[in-house]
């Protein structure tokens, strides 16, 4: 009994409870390294939601097209890229993270307050394939909502590690201590933040 119990504590903790570090199959081969390492596009010119929306969104075929219908034109790894633009249908990405319905996660509310992505996504700049590299449990959002409410300073100041620093300005910690305090919100913890 108590081996089962133990396992069982184990097992939530675990990371294969929550699917992190799993890579999942896609219909291309998208390398976030290639997009953003090397040709140094912004998250935001494909993800455009992330700072105005509460999905952050993926983009449509016609986003790639944008530079593959001129470079890398031929190439196989594409063919489906092309296939989805010309028959004007989406391709059928497989969702990495996804809450379930009855938990409201809204980016742009994040975004502004100077998260970055990297706090959340870990340094997706760095993946061949986006893996999830936080639980995105109930008690993950508390532990950084306790945390803000506790000190709404040392929240954003997280932001400045990783590549945040070589993005856009956007990307930088732009918020003044004003800001925070004057926007406090109170109600991060209360259930109805979260299930409306
Ligand atoms: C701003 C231009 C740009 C956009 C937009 C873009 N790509 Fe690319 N992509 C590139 C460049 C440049 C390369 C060359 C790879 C490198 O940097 O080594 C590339 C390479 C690739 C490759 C590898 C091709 C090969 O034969 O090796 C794939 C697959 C790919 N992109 C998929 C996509 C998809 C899917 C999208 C849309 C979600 C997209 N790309 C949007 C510029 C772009
Ligand atoms: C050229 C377009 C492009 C750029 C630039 C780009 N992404 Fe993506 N991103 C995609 C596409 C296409 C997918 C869906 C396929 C996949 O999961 O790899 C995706 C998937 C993701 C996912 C997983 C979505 C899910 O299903 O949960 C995250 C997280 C993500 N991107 C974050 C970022 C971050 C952070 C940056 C900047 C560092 C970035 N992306 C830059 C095109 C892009
Ligand atoms: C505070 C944490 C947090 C931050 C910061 C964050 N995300 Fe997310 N992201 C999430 C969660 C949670 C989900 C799952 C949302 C759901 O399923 O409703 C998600 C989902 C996504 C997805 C899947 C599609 C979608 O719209 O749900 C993409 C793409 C993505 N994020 C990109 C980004 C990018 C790009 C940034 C930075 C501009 C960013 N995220 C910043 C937590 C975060
Ligand atoms: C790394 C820190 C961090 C993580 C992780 C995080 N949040 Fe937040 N969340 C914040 C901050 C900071 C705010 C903005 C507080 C403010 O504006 O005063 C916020 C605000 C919110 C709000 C708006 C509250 C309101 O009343 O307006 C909701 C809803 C929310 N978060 C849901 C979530 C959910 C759901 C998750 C987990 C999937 C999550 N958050 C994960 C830091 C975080
Ligand atoms: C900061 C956001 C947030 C707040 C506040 C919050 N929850 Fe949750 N809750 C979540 C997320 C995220 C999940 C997991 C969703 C998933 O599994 O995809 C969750 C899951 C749950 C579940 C399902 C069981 C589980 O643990 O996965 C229950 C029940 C629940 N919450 C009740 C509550 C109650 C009661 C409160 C108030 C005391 C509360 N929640 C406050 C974000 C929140």
Redesign the pocket.
Known sequence: MLALLAGLFLYVRSPWNTAQAQP?D?P?E???RH??GD?G???I???TGAETSPH?G??GTD??MG?HGQIWSNSPLLENVRRSYFANQP?P??????LADFAYFDHAVHVRRGLG??AC?G???QMA??E?VAPLTMQWCLDCHRAFEANPLTIPARATDG?EAL?SALYEVNVTDELLRAGAVSSLTTCTACHR
Request: glycine share 0%; proline share 3%; net charge neutral.
């Open positions: 999942i896609q291309v998208f390398d976030h997009h953003v040709d596009i912004d998250c010119y494909c993800h952050a993926v983009p986003v790639c530079c391709l990405w497989n969702r990495v993270h996804a992505c990297s996504h340094r997706v700049d394939r986006v999830k590549y993005q």
